[in-house]
């Protein structure tokens, strides 16, 4: 079936500094989409990426689509404290009826020092 | 938050009991999930419901059985529960239109003694 790896698995930086999370997927993908899940809380949708190539950005969080829709990324510039939790990407399968179903990384936790 | 809430929040039941878990959401929504999250795995997904009693398996559907009588509630059981069952876990929505986010309930922690 399909699997998603994301790499690192964890990732502790100093305020300030920038932080990168990828993402891979082991078939192409119709769509991939990032949820940010703060300590003790439950995830929660952060953006959608569908086309090949497309870049978002969201303040200081940019959002990468790979060309073959295969890979992400996720990048933080100038992290603050408000950016700790768990950072996930989810995989929709491209072809087929799927029915919305989501194969998620194991998650990016990020810890801030400040 | 999507409307939904999950029941109970907290739970603890000994090896071999039959448990429960259940998602209720306001708006209407089609398709639900449940998950279950653990360190080092992510969200897997355990169930998933496409409308009234239309469901179907995830990746890791052993041991657990839910049904949907109703649009708004999903329930999750875990028949005999084991200690390997003790998780997170997570019920969703996926909103309408044609995108395939999904937003989440608050979890269910329940530990399995």
């Known amino acids: 079936g399909q699997q998603v790896m994301q790499i690192p698995q964890y990732q502790h930086v100093q305020e300030g500094e920038d932080f990168t999370t990828y993402c891979n997927s082991s078939?192409?993908?119709?769509?991939i989409q990032w949820y940010k899940q703060r300590p003790g809380g439950h995830p929660v949708f952060l953006i959608q990426?569908?086309?090949?190539?497309e870049v978002k950005k969201q303040k200081r969080l940019t959002f990468q689509f790979g060309e073959a829709k295969k890979n992400s990324s996720l990048h933080i510039t100038a992290t603050q404290t408000t950016d700790v939790g768990t950072y996930f990407c989810a995989g929709n399968n491209a072809g087929g009826t799927s029915y919305g179903k989501l194969t998620f990384g194991q998650g990016t936790i990020l810890t801030v020092h400040p | 938050d999507a409307g939904i809430t999950q029941s109970p929040r907290h739970k603890v039941t000994e090896t071999g009991t039959p448990v429960t878990l259940r998602c209720h959401q306001t708006?209407?929504?089609?398709?639900m999930y449940w998950y279950r999250q653990d360190p080092g795995h992510g969200l897997r997904l355990i169930h998933y419901s496409y409308g009234v009693k239309d469901t179907d398996k995830g990746e890791v559907s052993d041991g657990y059985s839910v049904s949907r009588s109703k649009t708004e509630d999903f329930l999750l059981t875990l028949e005999s529960a084991t200690s390997s069952q003790t998780s997170v876990y997570f019920c969703a929505i996926r909103t309408q239109g044609g995108s395939y986010e999904q937003y989440f309930g608050p979890g269910t922690r329940l530990t399995v003694t």
């Open positions: 708006e209407n929504h089609r398709y």
């Open positions: 078939t192409t993908l119709s769509n």
């Open positions: 990426l569908v086309k090949s190539g």
